[in-house]
């Protein structure tokens, strides 16, 4: 990774793991979420821009010729896919995630939370990516959030949800961004804007994507060889 700094708290060993006996499957990991980070530009402008670079003084590349990136690290990240012999294969489609069914009360037989990054700006608000997790008997149902709030400016959600349904061979991605800046949450509570949850809902919607992530299927093997005589 080729950016002057890296977030302050960067998990690297931390992962979520989807993955087939056959070895596909897909992974939510810290690096590959900065890897998507634009490093060549300075997407957000504000004034407490140049005092956070400053509080930076002893970054590694501080000595180097100081070039621009987005310092807010946000990052459209969707996660990795995994498989070399069997792969997953990714189109575009008009079928979304039935989020009504996912309301109905259901045993949840595991459920996991892991961080991958978050940085607090230098106090100027916050830029963090977590993936969660919970595993029914009937489906699982994964949601990996990225929340940028930048204190007066803006506040942005980057959503990845990925749902699998028992007896399907295929799984539904879907991608979201959500974006507002402050002034135009002047009618939303300050205190809302903390929470990804409960803030999620006043921001305006930017981008949706759909995908189908068809699983692939192996083919049986001939069990009959020919023998040399």
């Known amino acids: 990774m080729s950016m002057p700094c890296l977030p302050e708290m960067l998990f690297g060993d931390n992962f979520l793991r989807i ?13 590959d979420a900065v890897k998507r980070v634009n490093n060549m530009e300075d997407v957000v402008k504000v004034a407490c821009a140049q005092e956070w670079q400053e509080s930076r003084a002893d970054c590694e590349h501080s000595k180097e010729v100081a070039r621009p990136y987005d310092w807010t690290y946000t990052t459209d990240y969707r996660g990795t896919l995994l498989g070399e012999e069997l792969q997953i294969k990714v189109s575009k489609t008009a079928e979304r995630i039935d989020m009504e069914k996912l309301k109905a009360r259901e045993h949840i037989m595991f459920f996991d939370e892991v961080l991958l990054f978050e940085d607090e700006l230098h106090d100027h608000g916050v830029s963090m990516i977590s993936v969660k997790i919970r595993v029914m008997p009937t489906s699982f149902f994964l949601l ?13 959600i980057n959503d990845t949800r990925l749902y699998h349904e028992a007896g399907k061979d295929f799984m539904l991605r879907e991608f979201s961004t959500r974006e507002s800046k402050v002034e135009e949450l002047k009618n939303v509570p300050a205190g809302l804007y903390t929470d990804p949850n409960e803030i999620a809902q006043h921001l305006t919607l930017k981008v949706t994507e759909c995908e189908k992530l068809e699983l692939p299927v192996r083919q049986p093997q001939t069990a009959a060889k020919e023998t040399v005589q």
Do not use: K
């Open 19 to 31: 993955q087939h006996t056959d070895g596909y499957g897909v992974e939510f990991n810290a690096i």
């Open 144 to 156: 990996m959030r990225f929340f940028l709030r930048v204190d007066g400016v803006l506040i942005r």
